[in-house]
C-alpha cells in the first residue's frame, strides 16, 4: 500500500520553485491536508495563492502542487497583471494551470475587468491573449466603445484591447459613438468583430435600432468609429412613431 503522509496546521505555508526564482508559488491557507510524496493537497480557509505577477484568493482550494494545477471554489478573487494586461476578477469556482502557457478556467458568477475589458458572464476561460465566454451578459470594451452580450464568445486580447472577436447565440451589440450621434442596437445570431479592419458584421435575422428607426437586412456591417451601417440583402426601415409626433401629424382641420 502506497504510505501518504499529511501534515495540517495553521497558516500552512508551501513554497514550489518554479522553472526560473521570478517563477517561485506560493499557497498559504489556514489549514492544510499535504501529501509529500504525491504532491496532493486540500487547503481551507482564506486561500491566498501568488505566482507570477497574480494573486488568487478563494475559500477552499485542492490540486497537484507538482503539476501546478488548483481547483478553487469559494469567493474567488484574481488580482494582477496577465500578459501585461491588469486583472481584477471575481467567481465562484475556477481551475488554475500555472505552466509555461497558464490556463484559467472561471465558472458562475463572473465579473470584473480584464485590461480596458468589463466581463459578466457564466464561464471564462483565459488562456495567453485568447479568452474564451460563455452565457455572457457583458462583455464590454470601454475603448471602443462597444458593449456584446452573446451565449458565446471567443476574442483575443493584447495591451487592454479586444483585438478581435467572434460572438454567436442571441446576440445584441451597442455601439456607443465618440462625439457625435445616437447609440446604435445591433441583433442577430453571428457577429465578427475586428479592430484592424474597424467592423463588426452581423448575420442571422439582423436588425439595428437607431433613434426610434430599426434597420432589417440578411447582414450588416457596422463601423465603430465612424457610427455608420451597411445593410446587405432586402434591407429595409420602420420607424417607431410615439403618440406626441402622431399629434402633430393631425390634420390642421382636425377639431380638438
Avoid at 6 to 23: C, K, R, S, V
Avoid at 39 to 46: I, Q, T, V
Avoid at 215 to 239: C, H, M, Q, W
Wanted: one cysteine or more; proline letters at 2%; a negative charge.
Amino acid at each position: 500500500m502506497k504510505y501518504a503522509f499529511y501534515i495540517t496546521f495553521l497558516l500552512f505555508l508551501i513554497y514550489m520553485p518554479a522553472q526560473a526564482a521570478t517563477d517561485e508559488i506560493s499557497l498559504t491557507s489556514d489549514t492544510m491536508q499535504y501529501d509529500i510524496e504525491a504532491g496532493l493537497f486540500y487547503a481551507e480557509g482564506d486561500v491566498t495563492i501568488k505566482a507570477r505577477d497574480i494573486v488568487i484568493m478563494a475559500t477552499l482550494a485542492s490540486g497537484h502542487m507538482n503539476s501546478r494545477t488548483f481547483n478553487l471554489s469559494g469567493n474567488i478573487t484574481i488580482n494582477g497583471t496577465w500578459n501585461g494586461d491588469n486583472v481584477n476578477l471575481a467567481a465562484v469556482s475556477a481551475t488554475v494551470e500555472i505552466g509555461d502557457r497558464p490556463v484559467y478556467t472561471l465558472e458562475s458568477g463572473i465579473s470584473g475587468t480584464f485590461g480596458k475589458i468589463a466581463i459578466d458572464c457564466d464561464y471564462l476561460q483565459m488562456v495567453g491573449n485568447d479568452i474564451t465566454a460563455k452565457n455572457v451578459r457583458k462583455f464590454q470594451d470601454q475603448n471602443a466603445g462597444i458593449t456584446f452580450s452573446a451565449e458565446n464568445i471567443k476574442g483575443k486580447i493584447e495591451n487592454g484591447e479586444l483585438l478581435q472577436a467572434e460572438a454567436e447565440g442571441r446576440i445584441v451589440i451597442k455601439g456607443t459613438p465618440g462625439k457625435s450621434g445616437d447609440i446604435v442596437e445591433l441583433k442577430g445570431k453571428k457577429a465578427i468583430y475586428s479592430i484592424d479592419r474597424g467592423t463588426i458584421v452581423v448575420s442571422g435575422g439582423v436588425s439595428a435600432t437607431q433613434n426610434k428607426r430599426t434597420l432589417y437586412a440578411d447582414s450588416l456591417v457596422y463601423f465603430p468609429v465612424t457610427n455608420r451601417i451597411e445593410a446587405i440583402g432586402k434591407p429595409r426601415i420602420t420607424v417607431n412613431v410615439d403618440d406626441e409626433n402622431l399629434s402633430s401629424l393631425s390634420s390642421p382641420n382636425e377639431k380638438k
